[in-house]
């Protein structure tokens, strides 16, 4: 199965908290991409922080319900020029096009060839806010 484990990583959810929720909440990420153990990590923070006032997050600040397929392809696209050996961003980065990168993925999410894949697509979706959103707000 070509999608089993596909926009999973450790490395874009740790980006993807990274910047929406705070740097430090990337660290809690760990495991196989399964998001079990972020989202326990999620909830034992929420916990030992609800009588502590905390400044808020952008992704509370921007009002972010849920998480987008064009917020995916954006981490996704931030964490290949991170890995990259390039210095300075352009949209084509010697054979690499940034563009088509991101629309190839907002494509994958948006989109999908078929009932079933719409399904996969829904799920992932759910997947990442359960990771990302329910469990910071």
Known sequence: ???????KGKILLQ???AVFTSPSSAKDVEGNGDGADIIQNNRRAKKSFNALKVKKHIAQIIKMEKVTSRSIAYIICQ??????SVTSWRSVDG????????RTIVDFFERPPGREAQR???RLL???TRCIIDCTS
């Open 120 to 122: 996969r697509v829904d």
């Open 79 to 84: 964490v290949r020029f991170a890995l990259s």
């Open 15 to 17: 980006a993807y908290k």
């Open 126 to 128: 759910e997947w990442w």
């Open 95 to 102: 054979d690499f096009d940034y563009v088509q990168f991101w």
């Open 1 to 7: 199965d070509l999608e089993e484990g596909l926009f």
